[in-house]
Protein backbone atom coordinates (compact mmCIF):
# COMPACT_ATOMS: atom_id res chain seq x y z
CA UNK A 1 0.00 0.00 0.00
CA UNK A 2 1.53 3.12 -1.08
CA UNK A 3 1.96 5.42 1.81
CA UNK A 4 1.65 8.93 -0.26
CA UNK A 5 -1.60 9.58 1.34
CA UNK A 6 -1.11 8.78 4.96
CA UNK A 7 2.41 10.37 5.26
CA UNK A 8 0.82 14.16 3.83
CA UNK A 9 -2.95 13.68 3.70
CA UNK A 10 -4.85 16.59 5.82
CA UNK A 11 -6.95 14.35 8.08
CA UNK A 12 -10.16 16.17 7.51
CA UNK A 13 -10.58 16.56 11.14
CA UNK A 14 -7.26 18.36 11.58
CA UNK A 15 -7.66 20.00 8.47
CA UNK A 16 -6.25 23.69 8.98
CA UNK A 17 -8.55 26.47 9.13
CA UNK A 18 -8.53 27.40 5.16
CA UNK A 19 -9.26 24.26 4.03
CA UNK A 20 -12.20 23.51 6.55
CA UNK A 21 -13.59 27.15 5.31
CA UNK A 22 -13.30 25.76 1.57
CA UNK A 23 -15.08 22.74 2.79
CA UNK A 24 -17.57 24.41 4.56
CA UNK A 25 -18.00 26.96 1.61
CA UNK A 26 -18.41 24.38 -1.32
CA UNK A 27 -20.89 21.94 0.34
CA UNK A 28 -23.66 21.08 -2.32
CA UNK A 29 -21.82 23.78 -4.52
CA UNK A 30 -20.48 23.68 -8.68
CA UNK A 31 -19.34 26.16 -10.74
CA UNK A 32 -22.26 28.67 -10.95
CA UNK A 33 -22.74 28.87 -7.31
CA UNK A 34 -19.20 31.12 -6.74
CA UNK A 35 -17.44 34.50 -8.56
CA UNK A 36 -13.76 35.40 -6.94
CA UNK A 37 -13.94 38.82 -5.64
CA UNK A 38 -11.26 40.53 -8.04
CA UNK A 39 -7.78 41.76 -6.43
CA UNK A 40 -5.22 44.26 -6.96
CA UNK A 41 -3.25 43.01 -10.40
CA UNK A 42 0.37 42.57 -10.59
CA UNK A 43 0.59 41.97 -14.38
CA UNK A 44 1.18 44.98 -17.29
CA UNK A 45 -0.19 42.64 -19.43
CA UNK A 46 -2.21 39.17 -19.81
CA UNK A 47 0.29 38.03 -22.00
CA UNK A 48 -0.26 33.65 -22.56
CA UNK A 49 3.08 33.67 -23.03
CA UNK A 50 4.39 34.81 -20.53
CA UNK A 51 1.83 34.11 -17.80
CA UNK A 52 3.19 30.01 -16.06
CA UNK A 53 0.39 28.03 -16.17
CA UNK A 54 2.23 24.84 -15.77
CA UNK A 55 0.60 22.09 -13.97
CA UNK A 56 1.37 18.33 -12.95
CA UNK A 57 -1.31 16.28 -14.64
CA UNK A 58 0.29 13.49 -12.72
CA UNK A 59 3.33 12.92 -10.33
CA UNK A 60 5.81 12.52 -12.95
CA UNK A 61 4.42 14.71 -15.97
CA UNK A 62 4.03 17.98 -16.71
CA UNK A 63 2.17 20.23 -18.97
CA UNK A 64 2.15 23.79 -19.69
CA UNK A 65 -1.61 24.43 -20.21
CA UNK A 66 -3.77 22.71 -17.77
CA UNK A 67 -5.86 21.08 -20.84
CA UNK A 68 -6.88 17.34 -20.98
CA UNK A 69 -9.48 16.37 -23.71
CA UNK A 70 -11.61 13.84 -22.67
CA UNK A 71 -11.44 9.67 -23.40
CA UNK A 72 -14.62 9.99 -24.84
CA UNK A 73 -15.38 8.60 -28.90
CA UNK A 74 -16.98 11.58 -29.93
CA UNK A 75 -14.32 14.11 -28.81
CA UNK A 76 -10.50 12.51 -28.34
CA UNK A 77 -8.85 10.28 -31.28
CA UNK A 78 -5.48 11.48 -32.60
CA UNK A 79 -6.37 14.62 -34.62
CA UNK A 80 -7.50 16.18 -30.96
CA UNK A 81 -4.63 14.55 -29.44
CA UNK A 82 -2.45 16.28 -31.51
CA UNK A 83 -3.79 19.94 -31.17
CA UNK A 84 -3.55 19.30 -27.79
CA UNK A 85 -0.57 18.52 -27.24
CA UNK A 86 1.20 21.11 -29.35
CA UNK A 87 -0.92 23.72 -27.51
CA UNK A 88 0.53 22.53 -24.19
CA UNK A 89 -2.05 20.11 -22.79
CA UNK A 90 -2.79 16.76 -23.34
CA UNK A 91 -5.29 14.28 -25.33
CA UNK A 92 -6.51 10.70 -23.55
CA UNK A 93 -7.68 8.65 -26.29
CA UNK A 94 -10.82 6.62 -25.55
CA UNK A 95 -11.11 2.92 -25.56
CA UNK A 96 -14.65 2.89 -27.38
CA UNK A 97 -13.29 -0.14 -29.43
CA UNK A 98 -14.99 -3.18 -29.43
CA UNK A 99 -13.31 -5.93 -26.83
CA UNK A 100 -10.57 -7.55 -28.55
CA UNK A 101 -10.17 -4.44 -31.41
CA UNK A 102 -7.12 -3.13 -29.49
CA UNK A 103 -5.38 -2.14 -32.82
CA UNK A 104 -7.24 0.99 -33.32
CA UNK A 105 -6.80 1.98 -30.31
CA UNK A 106 -2.79 1.57 -30.46
CA UNK A 107 -2.75 2.70 -34.20
CA UNK A 108 -4.46 6.43 -32.57
CA UNK A 109 -1.29 6.73 -30.28
CA UNK A 110 1.18 5.77 -32.87
CA UNK A 111 -0.20 8.28 -34.99
CA UNK A 112 0.26 11.10 -32.30
CA UNK A 113 3.53 9.44 -31.22
CA UNK A 114 4.57 9.95 -34.89
CA UNK A 115 3.50 13.67 -35.55
CA UNK A 116 6.84 15.29 -34.38
CA UNK A 117 10.10 14.43 -33.52
CA UNK A 118 13.10 15.58 -32.44
CA UNK A 119 15.14 12.69 -34.30
CA UNK A 120 12.58 10.25 -36.01
CA UNK A 121 14.35 7.00 -34.05
CA UNK A 122 12.34 4.56 -35.84
CA UNK A 123 11.47 6.43 -39.43
CA UNK A 124 9.32 4.26 -41.82
CA UNK A 125 10.84 2.17 -44.15
CA UNK A 126 10.09 0.96 -47.50
CA UNK A 127 12.34 -2.27 -49.40
CA UNK A 128 14.35 -0.89 -52.38
CA UNK A 129 12.38 -4.12 -54.33
CA UNK A 130 9.03 -2.77 -53.09
CA UNK A 131 6.94 -1.31 -56.11
CA UNK A 132 6.17 2.44 -56.24
CA UNK A 133 2.00 1.09 -56.00
CA UNK A 134 3.56 -0.20 -52.28
CA UNK A 135 5.45 2.61 -51.55
CA UNK A 136 1.97 4.83 -52.23
CA UNK A 137 0.24 2.65 -50.24
CA UNK A 138 2.68 2.44 -47.02
CA UNK A 139 2.62 6.03 -47.13
CA UNK A 140 -1.12 6.29 -47.25
CA UNK A 141 -1.26 3.58 -44.21
CA UNK A 142 1.22 5.25 -42.44
CA UNK A 143 0.33 8.77 -43.07
CA UNK A 144 3.82 10.13 -43.38
CA UNK A 145 5.09 11.50 -46.80
CA UNK A 146 8.51 10.49 -46.24
CA UNK A 147 10.23 6.64 -46.87
CA UNK A 148 13.46 5.78 -46.39
CA UNK A 149 14.50 2.99 -48.90
CA UNK A 150 16.56 0.33 -47.45
CA UNK A 151 18.07 -2.97 -48.40
CA UNK A 152 18.06 -6.09 -46.94
CA UNK A 153 20.56 -5.15 -44.34
CA UNK A 154 18.29 -1.94 -43.51
CA UNK A 155 21.20 0.48 -44.99
CA UNK A 156 20.24 3.00 -46.70
CA UNK A 157 19.75 3.51 -50.24
CA UNK A 158 17.79 6.51 -50.83
CA UNK A 159 14.58 8.60 -49.64
CA UNK A 160 11.49 8.21 -51.28
CA UNK A 161 8.63 11.11 -50.87
CA UNK A 162 5.22 11.94 -51.42
CA UNK A 163 6.35 14.67 -54.17
CA UNK A 164 8.57 11.52 -55.81
CA UNK A 165 5.22 9.61 -56.45
CA UNK A 166 2.70 12.83 -57.17
CA UNK A 167 2.56 11.95 -61.05
CA UNK A 168 2.71 8.26 -60.80
CA UNK A 169 -0.92 6.88 -61.52
CA UNK A 170 0.13 5.23 -64.91
CA UNK A 171 -0.73 1.56 -64.37
CA UNK A 172 2.52 0.98 -65.90
CA UNK A 173 4.60 3.24 -63.77
CA UNK A 174 3.78 2.09 -60.41
CA UNK A 175 4.66 -1.45 -61.37
CA UNK A 176 8.40 -0.19 -60.90
CA UNK A 177 10.51 -0.37 -58.28
CA UNK A 178 11.14 2.02 -56.12
CA UNK A 179 14.61 3.10 -56.93
CA UNK A 180 13.42 4.33 -59.91
CA UNK A 181 11.80 7.16 -58.34
CA UNK A 182 13.81 7.74 -55.01
CA UNK A 183 16.35 10.18 -54.41
CA UNK A 184 19.21 7.88 -54.08
CA UNK A 185 21.86 8.07 -51.48
CA UNK A 186 24.39 9.63 -53.19
CA UNK A 187 22.43 12.65 -54.05
CA UNK A 188 21.32 13.31 -50.11
CA UNK A 189 23.30 14.74 -47.44
CA UNK A 190 24.03 12.24 -44.71
CA UNK A 191 25.28 12.55 -41.46
CA UNK A 192 27.14 9.45 -39.96
CA UNK A 193 26.48 8.92 -36.12
CA UNK A 194 24.68 11.30 -33.38
CA UNK A 195 24.05 14.96 -33.87
CA UNK A 196 22.57 17.37 -31.75
CA UNK A 197 19.18 19.30 -33.01
CA UNK A 198 21.32 22.46 -32.85
CA UNK A 199 24.19 21.61 -35.31
CA UNK A 200 21.32 19.21 -37.39
CA UNK A 201 19.61 22.43 -38.02
CA UNK A 202 23.05 24.14 -38.79
CA UNK A 203 23.79 21.51 -41.28
CA UNK A 204 20.52 21.39 -42.90
CA UNK A 205 20.45 25.33 -43.49
CA UNK A 206 23.83 25.07 -44.83
CA UNK A 207 23.29 22.52 -47.27
CA UNK A 208 19.66 23.72 -47.93
CA UNK A 209 17.94 19.95 -47.10
CA UNK A 210 15.23 19.36 -45.26
CA UNK A 211 15.97 16.08 -44.31
CA UNK A 212 18.80 14.36 -42.38
CA UNK A 213 19.13 10.64 -42.53
CA UNK A 214 21.08 9.53 -39.44
CA UNK A 215 23.55 6.27 -40.51
CA UNK A 216 26.50 4.33 -38.29
CA UNK A 217 29.55 3.48 -40.02
CA UNK A 218 28.34 0.84 -42.76
CA UNK A 219 25.63 3.23 -43.71
CA UNK A 220 22.60 1.49 -41.16
CA UNK A 221 19.57 3.59 -40.99
CA UNK A 222 19.84 5.26 -37.43
CA UNK A 223 17.65 7.75 -37.64
CA UNK A 224 15.74 10.83 -39.47
CA UNK A 225 15.86 14.65 -39.04
CA UNK A 226 13.17 16.94 -40.41
CA UNK A 227 13.42 20.62 -41.21
CA UNK A 228 9.20 20.73 -40.01
CA UNK A 229 9.56 18.89 -36.86
CA UNK A 230 12.64 21.49 -35.85
CA UNK A 231 10.56 24.33 -37.31
CA UNK A 232 7.41 22.82 -34.98
CA UNK A 233 9.75 22.15 -32.08
CA UNK A 234 10.43 26.07 -32.29
CA UNK A 235 7.24 27.17 -32.72
CA UNK A 236 5.20 25.58 -30.62
CA UNK A 237 7.14 26.40 -27.17
CA UNK A 238 4.57 25.17 -25.12
CA UNK A 239 4.00 21.71 -26.47
CA UNK A 240 3.59 18.60 -24.59
CA UNK A 241 6.34 16.62 -25.80
CA UNK A 242 8.61 13.71 -24.01
CA UNK A 243 12.11 13.27 -23.84
CA UNK A 244 12.56 12.43 -27.93
CA UNK A 245 10.74 15.21 -29.11
CA UNK A 246 7.44 13.45 -29.49
CA UNK A 247 4.40 14.64 -28.79
CA UNK A 248 2.86 12.97 -25.40
CA UNK A 249 -0.65 10.95 -25.60
CA UNK A 250 -2.42 9.38 -23.19
CA UNK A 251 -4.95 6.37 -23.47
CA UNK A 252 -7.64 5.40 -21.70
CA UNK A 253 -8.35 1.06 -20.61
CA UNK A 254 -11.30 -0.28 -18.54
CA UNK A 255 -10.98 -2.36 -15.81
CA UNK A 256 -12.06 -5.89 -16.96
CA UNK A 257 -11.64 -7.90 -19.68
CA UNK A 258 -8.63 -7.25 -22.04
CA UNK A 259 -7.61 -3.86 -20.27
CA UNK A 260 -4.08 -5.70 -19.38
CA UNK A 261 -3.54 -6.66 -23.31
CA UNK A 262 -4.83 -3.49 -23.95
CA UNK A 263 -2.30 -1.31 -22.00
CA UNK A 264 0.84 -3.81 -22.92
CA UNK A 265 -0.37 -2.72 -27.00
CA UNK A 266 -0.25 0.50 -25.21
CA UNK A 267 2.72 0.59 -23.31
CA UNK A 268 4.56 -0.93 -26.77
CA UNK A 269 3.97 1.88 -28.83
CA UNK A 270 4.76 4.62 -26.63
CA UNK A 271 1.83 5.51 -24.64
CA UNK A 272 3.04 8.19 -21.99
CA UNK A 273 0.16 7.53 -19.57
CA UNK A 274 -2.81 5.45 -18.92
CA UNK A 275 -6.16 5.85 -17.35
CA UNK A 276 -7.88 3.04 -15.77
CA UNK A 277 -11.37 4.93 -16.37
CA UNK A 278 -14.65 3.50 -15.17
CA UNK A 279 -17.94 5.61 -13.62
CA UNK A 280 -17.12 4.36 -10.34
CA UNK A 281 -13.47 4.22 -9.01
CA UNK A 282 -14.16 3.73 -5.79
CA UNK A 283 -14.95 0.22 -6.34
CA UNK A 284 -13.74 -3.46 -5.94
CA UNK A 285 -13.14 -3.52 -9.24
CA UNK A 286 -11.06 -0.66 -9.48
CA UNK A 287 -8.97 -1.80 -6.78
CA UNK A 288 -8.23 -5.75 -8.54
CA UNK A 289 -7.46 -3.65 -12.03
CA UNK A 290 -5.23 -1.53 -10.49
CA UNK A 291 -3.52 -4.12 -7.96
CA UNK A 292 -3.04 -6.40 -11.92
CA UNK A 293 -1.86 -3.14 -13.64
CA UNK A 294 0.57 -2.42 -10.97
CA UNK A 295 1.86 -5.91 -11.11
CA UNK A 296 2.60 -5.80 -14.80
CA UNK A 297 3.48 -2.03 -15.20
CA UNK A 298 5.44 -1.06 -12.21
CA UNK A 299 6.76 1.85 -13.57
CA UNK A 300 3.81 3.05 -16.00
CA UNK A 301 2.65 6.47 -14.93
CA UNK A 302 -1.16 5.73 -14.12
CA UNK A 303 -4.30 7.86 -13.63
CA UNK A 304 -7.31 6.73 -12.33
CA UNK A 305 -10.63 7.65 -12.00
CA UNK A 306 -13.54 8.56 -11.17
CA UNK A 307 -14.25 9.36 -7.68
CA UNK A 308 -15.70 12.78 -5.84
CA UNK A 309 -15.34 12.04 -2.66
CA UNK A 310 -12.86 12.03 0.48
CA UNK A 311 -13.12 8.07 0.85
CA UNK A 312 -12.69 7.61 -3.08
CA UNK A 313 -9.91 9.85 -3.34
CA UNK A 314 -7.81 8.47 -0.12
CA UNK A 315 -8.46 4.39 -2.07
CA UNK A 316 -7.20 5.86 -5.14
CA UNK A 317 -3.91 7.51 -3.76
CA UNK A 318 -3.13 4.51 -1.08
CA UNK A 319 -3.39 2.01 -4.81
CA UNK A 320 -0.31 4.13 -5.76
CA UNK A 321 -1.66 6.07 -9.06
CA UNK A 322 -0.23 9.02 -10.05
CA UNK A 323 -3.17 10.98 -10.43
CA UNK A 324 -7.11 11.06 -9.70
CA UNK A 325 -9.51 12.04 -11.87
CA UNK A 326 -12.44 13.71 -9.92
CA UNK A 327 -15.94 13.84 -11.57
CA UNK A 328 -19.20 11.83 -10.24
CA UNK A 329 -22.09 12.76 -12.87
CA UNK A 330 -21.19 16.70 -13.79
CA UNK A 331 -20.30 15.60 -17.05
CA UNK A 332 -22.32 17.37 -20.03
CA UNK A 333 -23.31 14.05 -21.65
CA UNK A 334 -23.85 12.41 -18.57
CA UNK A 335 -26.83 11.25 -16.80
CA UNK A 336 -25.48 8.98 -14.01
CA UNK A 337 -27.09 11.52 -11.36
CA UNK A 338 -30.98 11.80 -13.18
CA UNK A 339 -30.70 7.70 -13.57
CA UNK A 340 -29.28 7.02 -10.07
CA UNK A 341 -29.46 10.00 -7.66
CA UNK A 342 -25.55 9.81 -7.00
CA UNK A 343 -23.19 11.72 -7.25
CA UNK A 344 -21.15 14.75 -6.38
CA UNK A 345 -21.16 18.40 -7.07
CA UNK A 346 -17.77 19.38 -8.88
CA UNK A 347 -16.83 22.00 -6.95
CA UNK A 348 -17.53 20.14 -3.48
CA UNK A 349 -15.75 16.85 -4.77
CA UNK A 350 -12.65 18.97 -6.24
CA UNK A 351 -12.05 20.72 -2.68
CA UNK A 352 -12.95 17.13 -0.71
CA UNK A 353 -10.41 15.02 -2.94
CA UNK A 354 -8.09 17.79 -2.75
CA UNK A 355 -8.18 18.01 1.11
CA UNK A 356 -7.89 13.82 0.90
CA UNK A 357 -4.83 13.64 -0.93
CA UNK A 358 -3.02 16.78 0.12
CA UNK A 359 -0.46 18.01 -2.71
CA UNK A 360 0.83 14.08 -3.00
CA UNK A 361 -1.08 13.50 -6.44
CA UNK A 362 -2.42 15.58 -8.83
CA UNK A 363 -6.07 16.10 -9.55
CA UNK A 364 -7.93 16.21 -12.86
CA UNK A 365 -11.31 17.66 -12.48
CA UNK A 366 -13.50 16.12 -14.99
CA UNK A 367 -16.31 17.47 -16.66
CA UNK A 368 -18.95 19.97 -16.22
CA UNK A 369 -16.82 22.94 -18.09
CA UNK A 370 -19.18 24.76 -19.87
CA UNK A 371 -17.83 28.52 -20.20
CA UNK A 372 -13.72 29.59 -19.86
CA UNK A 373 -14.63 31.00 -16.41
CA UNK A 374 -15.31 27.47 -14.84
CA UNK A 375 -11.45 26.12 -16.02
CA UNK A 376 -10.28 28.74 -13.37
CA UNK A 377 -13.04 27.63 -10.39
CA UNK A 378 -11.75 24.01 -11.32
CA UNK A 379 -8.38 24.86 -10.93
CA UNK A 380 -8.53 26.96 -7.90
CA UNK A 381 -10.95 24.30 -6.18
CA UNK A 382 -8.52 21.83 -6.14
CA UNK A 383 -8.07 20.55 -9.82
CA UNK A 384 -4.18 20.72 -11.38
CA UNK A 385 -5.80 19.99 -14.55
CA UNK A 386 -9.12 20.34 -16.07
CA UNK A 387 -10.46 17.30 -18.40
CA UNK A 388 -12.87 18.95 -21.49
CA UNK A 389 -15.32 16.83 -23.46
CA UNK A 390 -18.31 19.01 -24.95
CA UNK A 391 -16.46 22.06 -24.67
CA UNK A 392 -14.54 20.55 -27.89
CA UNK A 393 -17.40 19.00 -29.65
CA UNK A 394 -17.96 19.35 -33.24
CA UNK A 395 -14.64 20.69 -34.13
CA UNK A 396 -13.04 19.61 -36.75
CA UNK A 397 -10.46 17.60 -34.62
CA UNK A 398 -13.42 14.77 -33.16
CA UNK A 399 -14.13 11.79 -34.55
CA UNK A 400 -17.39 11.17 -36.49
CA UNK A 401 -18.87 11.99 -39.51
CA UNK A 402 -20.69 15.43 -40.31
CA UNK A 403 -24.70 14.93 -40.75
CA UNK A 404 -26.93 18.20 -42.56
CA UNK A 405 -30.19 18.43 -40.57
CA UNK A 406 -32.79 20.57 -41.51
CA UNK A 407 -33.09 23.31 -38.86
CA UNK A 408 -35.96 25.94 -39.01
CA UNK A 409 -34.92 29.86 -39.44
CA UNK A 410 -37.31 31.76 -36.55
CA UNK A 411 -36.89 34.71 -38.10
CA UNK A 412 -38.15 33.62 -41.86
CA UNK A 413 -39.51 30.27 -41.04
CA UNK A 414 -37.36 28.68 -43.57
CA UNK A 415 -35.81 25.55 -42.98
CA UNK A 416 -32.12 25.39 -43.76
CA UNK A 417 -29.16 22.42 -43.66
CA UNK A 418 -26.99 22.99 -40.79
CA UNK A 419 -24.26 20.39 -40.57
CA UNK A 420 -23.62 18.60 -37.34
CA UNK A 421 -21.52 16.24 -35.74
CA UNK A 422 -22.44 13.99 -32.34
CA UNK A 423 -21.46 14.12 -28.84
CA UNK A 424 -22.20 11.32 -26.65
CA UNK A 425 -21.48 10.01 -23.33
CA UNK A 426 -19.80 7.01 -23.14
CA UNK A 427 -22.07 5.39 -21.11
CA UNK A 428 -25.04 5.99 -23.50
CA UNK A 429 -26.76 3.63 -24.92
CA UNK A 430 -24.96 4.39 -28.81
CA UNK A 431 -21.87 3.93 -26.67
CA UNK A 432 -22.07 1.11 -24.88
CA UNK A 433 -24.23 -0.83 -28.32
CA UNK A 434 -20.78 -0.12 -30.48
CA UNK A 435 -17.92 -1.26 -27.92
CA UNK A 436 -20.47 -3.96 -27.11
CA UNK A 437 -20.84 -4.64 -30.74
CA UNK A 438 -25.10 -5.65 -30.16
CA UNK A 439 -26.13 -4.18 -33.02
CA UNK A 440 -28.90 -6.69 -33.30
CA UNK A 441 -29.70 -6.14 -29.83
CA UNK A 442 -33.12 -5.47 -28.56
CA UNK A 443 -33.15 -1.63 -26.79
CA UNK A 444 -34.50 -2.94 -24.25
CA UNK A 445 -31.59 -5.07 -23.35
CA UNK A 446 -29.65 -2.54 -24.03
CA UNK A 447 -31.25 -0.53 -21.51
CA UNK A 448 -30.50 -3.09 -18.80
CA UNK A 449 -27.45 -2.84 -19.03
CA UNK A 450 -28.02 0.72 -17.33
CA UNK A 451 -26.89 3.52 -19.80
CA UNK A 452 -25.86 6.74 -17.97
CA UNK A 453 -25.52 8.90 -21.00
CA UNK A 454 -26.52 11.08 -23.73
CA UNK A 455 -26.34 11.51 -27.39
CA UNK A 456 -26.45 14.79 -29.02
CA UNK A 457 -26.22 16.62 -32.37
CA UNK A 458 -23.45 19.30 -31.96
CA UNK A 459 -23.58 22.23 -34.79
CA UNK A 460 -20.12 21.67 -36.43
CA UNK A 461 -17.42 24.03 -35.90
CA UNK A 462 -13.67 24.86 -36.69
CA UNK A 463 -11.09 23.69 -35.27
CA UNK A 464 -10.38 23.02 -31.17
CA UNK A 465 -6.93 24.88 -31.95
CA UNK A 466 -8.40 28.40 -31.54
CA UNK A 467 -11.41 27.05 -28.74
CA UNK A 468 -8.21 25.73 -26.79
CA UNK A 469 -6.05 29.39 -26.90
CA UNK A 470 -8.99 31.27 -25.94
CA UNK A 471 -9.29 29.26 -22.74
CA UNK A 472 -5.93 29.87 -22.16
CA UNK A 473 -6.16 33.91 -22.44
CA UNK A 474 -9.11 33.53 -20.22
CA UNK A 475 -7.30 31.74 -17.75
CA UNK A 476 -4.66 34.14 -17.93
CA UNK A 477 -7.38 36.67 -17.20
CA UNK A 478 -8.30 35.05 -14.43
CA UNK A 479 -4.81 35.00 -13.27
CA UNK A 480 -4.75 39.21 -13.31
CA UNK A 481 -7.86 39.52 -12.06
CA UNK A 482 -6.31 36.76 -9.22
CA UNK A 483 -3.96 39.34 -8.08
CA UNK A 484 -0.70 36.85 -8.96
CA UNK A 485 1.67 36.46 -12.03
CA UNK A 486 1.13 32.42 -12.18
CA UNK A 487 -1.10 30.14 -12.08
CA UNK A 488 0.43 28.39 -9.34
CA UNK A 489 0.50 31.62 -7.34
CA UNK A 490 -2.97 32.38 -7.61
CA UNK A 491 -3.83 28.69 -6.86
CA UNK A 492 -1.82 29.34 -3.32
CA UNK A 493 -2.75 32.65 -2.55
CA UNK A 494 -6.54 31.10 -2.71
CA UNK A 495 -5.64 28.25 -0.70
CA UNK A 496 -4.06 30.20 2.17
CA UNK A 497 -7.24 32.94 2.31
CA UNK A 498 -10.15 31.22 0.66
CA UNK A 499 -12.27 33.77 2.07
CA UNK A 500 -10.73 36.51 0.34
CA UNK A 501 -11.87 35.14 -3.06
CA UNK A 502 -15.14 33.58 -2.71
CA UNK A 503 -18.55 35.18 -3.06
CA UNK A 504 -21.31 32.85 -2.83
CA UNK A 505 -23.83 34.01 -5.24
CA UNK A 506 -27.67 34.62 -4.51
CA UNK A 507 -30.35 33.22 -7.21
CA UNK A 508 -30.19 37.05 -8.67
CA UNK A 509 -26.55 37.21 -8.79
CA UNK A 510 -26.22 34.39 -10.91
CA UNK A 511 -28.66 34.91 -13.11
CA UNK A 512 -26.78 38.36 -13.54
CA UNK A 513 -23.23 36.63 -13.82
CA UNK A 514 -24.00 33.35 -15.71
CA UNK A 515 -27.16 33.68 -17.38
CA UNK A 516 -26.95 35.59 -21.19
P1 LIG B 1 -17.82 17.46 -20.19
O1 LIG B 1 -18.78 18.19 -19.30
O2 LIG B 1 -16.57 18.23 -20.42
O3 LIG B 1 -17.42 16.15 -19.40
O4 LIG B 1 -18.47 17.00 -21.45
C1 LIG B 1 -16.59 15.16 -19.90
C2 LIG B 1 -16.59 13.99 -18.96
O5 LIG B 1 -17.89 13.42 -18.83
C3 LIG B 1 -17.76 12.08 -18.36
N1 LIG B 1 -18.59 11.22 -19.18
C4 LIG B 1 -19.64 10.54 -18.73
N2 LIG B 1 -20.14 10.41 -17.50
N3 LIG B 1 -21.82 8.98 -18.32
C5 LIG B 1 -21.21 9.60 -17.29
O6 LIG B 1 -21.65 9.43 -16.13
C6 LIG B 1 -21.37 9.06 -19.60
O7 LIG B 1 -21.93 8.49 -20.54
C7 LIG B 1 -20.22 9.87 -19.81
N4 LIG B 1 -19.48 10.15 -20.90
C8 LIG B 1 -18.48 10.97 -20.48
C9 LIG B 1 -16.31 11.71 -18.49
O8 LIG B 1 -15.73 11.73 -17.21
C10 LIG B 1 -15.75 12.81 -19.39
O9 LIG B 1 -14.38 13.03 -19.23
Known amino acids: ??????????????????????????????????????????????????????????????????????????????????????????????????????????????????????????????????????????????????????????????????????????????????????????????????????????????????????????????????????????????????????????AAIGAKGDYLERAAELVRVGVDVIVIDIAHGHSVVMARAIEEFRKRFDAVELIAGNVGTVDGARFLGERGVNAIKVGIGPGGGCTTRLTTSFGVPQLQALVECRAAVGDAIPLIADGGIKRHGSIAEALLFGGDSVMLGSVFAGTLETPGDVVHKPVLLPESQKAVKVPFKVLRGMASIEAIQDRLDVEDADILDLQALGAEGLEVSVPVRGSARPIFQDMIKHLCSSVSYGGASSLGELKQRFWTRPERYLIRLSPAARRESYER
Not at 184 to 195: C, N, S
Open 1 to 250: MDTRVSDTTVSLDKADTATKHLLDAVRGCTFDDFLFAPQFSVLERRDPTTIDLTCRLSEHLTLRRPIVSANMDTVTRAPMAIVQAEEGGIGIIDRGFKPGDIEPQVREVEIVKRTQHGVIADPYTIPLTATLAEAGAAMRRSRVGTLAVVDGQRRLKGLLTERDLRFVTDDRLTPASVDTRMTPIGKLVVHEGAISIDDAERLMVERKVKKLPLVDRHGTLMGLITAKDILKQKRQVFATRDDHGRLRVG
